[in-house]
């Protein structure tokens, strides 16, 4: 896959999931790239993996390549973490991202790298700067901006990157979710002079609109489900449908039949 032949970090290594990339990396060297990345003007990008964004890098080329091109693609999702496994890396561990908002903001504080969050509703990114300082008191947090659901005007846009490199973040959650914010990542990467890593749904979490799974649901990949019950009318189908068609894929790699994405 030609989005895998980047130079990457030592200590990340991509692995081709179905045409898509997947990063094996474990939470302790992504954290040294980003305490590193945050000291330089130069923009990062970190992408999550999980199933919705192996399927939209097989059915759309701009998407792989803004996702496949990230620094890091972080396994969000067993399947994927099996998939890293069988691949040899057995110590591979899911870095989803619920969890990786809280571990990250913990860290952040720690180590005073400011942070901002940019994208979703205007009630939902007030909701994580007060869940956030409530968890985090020290925590450096310099922005906190939503976004609109429609599509933005290159003006809009660029306001908003502005904005966001003005800020002081180091270290930006984007919150518009998939594929609308790898896209937005990739469009704006010469813009950009912070680190950014998509986190779609886990905006949600962070905001405390939504609990995390216990610990045995995440483990054990249905993780989906327990999401899926949370808002059944907004997530059924697209949960469904996208899960069978990676099972389908897992079913026809098993038997040797050719998963390679489609030329366009």
Same mark, same amino acid.
């Given at each position: 896959?030609?989005?895998c032949? /980047?130079?990457v970090?030592?200590g990340?290594?991509p692995i081709?999931?179905f045409?898509?990339?997947?990063d094996?990396i ?9 305490t590193?990345? &945050? ?7 970190i992408c999550l993996?999980?199933?919705?964004p ?13 996702h496949?091109? &990230? ?5 969000d999702?067993?399947p ?9 890396f057995?110590?591979q ?12 903001c ?7 790298i ?7 509703s ?8 007060e869940?956030?300082?409530s968890?985090y008191? /020290?925590?450096d947090?310099?922005?906190?901006k939503?976004?609109p ?5 290159d ?16 270290l ?6 998939? !594929? /609308? ?14 680190t950014?890593?998509?986190f779609?749904g ?7 609109l939504f609990?995390?799974p ?5 483990k054990s990949g249905m993780?989906?489900?327990y999401?899926m019950?949370q ?6 189908r ?6 069978a068609?990676?099972?389908?894929l897992?079913?026809k790699?098993?038997l040797g039949?050719?998963?390679? !994405?489609? /030329?366009s």
């Open positions: 896959m030609e989005s032949r /980047k130079e970090a030592q990340v290594h081709d999931v045409g898509s990339r997947v094996a474990t939470y302790e060297r992504m954290w040294e790239l980003i590193s990345w &945050a000291s330089q003007p130069e923009p990062h990008r993996a999980g199933i919705p192996i399927l939209f890098s097989r059915d759309c080329p701009e998407f792989q390549e803004a496949g091109s &990230a620094d890091i693609v972080i396994p999702g067993m994927l973490v099996w998939h890293l496994r069988r691949a040899g057995r110590s561990q899911r870095l989803d991202g619920p969890n990786l908002a809280f571990r990250l913990e860290d952040a504080e720690r180590n005073g400011p942070v901002g969050f940019y994208g979703s205007e009630d939902t990114v007030r909701r994580i700067r869940n956030m300082l968890l008191p /020290k925590l947090l310099r922005l906190c939503s976004a659901f429609r599509p933005m005007t003006e809009e846009e660029m306001a908003d990157v502005d904005e966001i490199n003005r800020s002081g973040a180091r930006v959650f984007i919150g518009l979710s998939c !594929p /609308k914010q790898e896209l937005w990542m990739g469009r704006n990467r010469d813009r950009l002079k912070v950014t890593i998509a779609g886990a905006f949600d979490v962070a905001a405390g609990d995390r216990p610990m045995w649901i995440q993780q989906w489900f999401r019950m808002e059944p009318r907004r997530l059924w697209r949960y469904l449908f996208q899960n068609r990676y099972v389908g897992v079913i790699n098993m039949a050719d998963t390679s !994405p489609r /030329k």
